[in-house]
């Protein structure tokens, strides 16, 4: 097969166009498994073996044999777009950029792996050890019931492959990504006239107030560690002193280290009113992916190749989390090896077609000599 005529890019329009159109949000089940189940049909043409994991993650594997390191890739069906989004943001072409809910992210991750695995096959170039799949149903939503999936077959993987897309509008990988949390704060004070006993009441929105401005302060913008307020909600009436506030903080952290100091911070964490008591709930649900030497290992790899087939690649850390923070820690793990372009959650997400066939010329590539 020629550098020429693969990726063929009629064949990737074509299977991008047939993903998007099936809407697939992180809440609806049965609309994520019709997306698995094209997917699985273009597994087993590749004679691949399909099988349903509790909790709706599939995976194929592909010539994988027991006790054989194999190169993993994650893919993930699920996308942040509600049903019913297609009729105001269609699948569209406009020059080089297909347009559509979760084209970038990623569907056409998910198309691209599939010409390569295509190509592999016709070429007969297996990897050692094989190939294993895995599709999960809830990446969007933090990976609840994949993540022990995802943890699972990374124990077994000599690489692990993520196809979400490169860093937006560039040929560039992601080669570390911060960890991710969130942590709720239910904050109970006492309720009393706001006029007539104020003294009597202890209140839960000035625990809160006081919550975000030292729990904020927790950040270390060096370190690469952010901590947000980003939503609250309190009080009864404005004449009442309030007894419930509740507090959610979006928490980002780029090591292990980081992730602990702040976990033990906020759950140390104590209103100046001694009346008023505080339950934390929620907490560190991605690890952070620090940037290792075999990911990096792996870059170089994949650099390589790039630079072989004509086009410079570069690298980042990056702040939002994907199932590659789960492998990280567990085996060498290179993001970022779908399809180019913008707009992740964004109204104008999409690809470029005209720079997407390098990156599944790369990508088949390192699937066949990592
Ligand atoms: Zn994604």
Known sequence: MTHNTFPDRGLLLRSLRT????????????????????????????????HA????????TFRVREGE??????THADTVWPVGTLARMPWRQEGERLYGPGTYDMKAGIVGLFCALRA???????????IKVLLSPDEEIGSPASRQHIEAAARGARAVLVVEPPVSDTHHLKTGRKGTGQFTLD???ISSHAGNRPELGASAITAAAQATLELQALADPVQGTTVSAGLVRGGSA????????????????ASAAEAERIDRAIRAWRPRDERVRVQVSGGLNRPPFEQRPETLALFEQARSIAADLGFTLGHETVGGGSDGNFTAPIAPTLDGLGAPGDGAHAAHEHVRLDHWPDHVRLLRRLLEEV
């Open 53 to 60: 994991l509790p909790g709706g993650s599939r995976d194929f």
């Open 187 to 189: 904050l109970t004070g």
């Open 120 to 130: 592999i096959r016709e070429a007969g170039s297996w990897p050692r050890g094989g």
């Open 69 to 74: 390191p194999y190169v993993l890739v994650l």
């Open 238 to 253: 404005v004449n009442v002193i309030p007894e419930h506030c509740r507090l959610d903080l979006d928490v980002r952290v």
């Open 19 to 50: 993903l998007v159109e099936i809407e697939s949000p992180s809440s609806d089940r049965a609309a994520v498994s019709r997306v698995m189940d094209v997917v699985e049909g273009w597994a087993r043409e590749l004679g691949g073996e399909g």
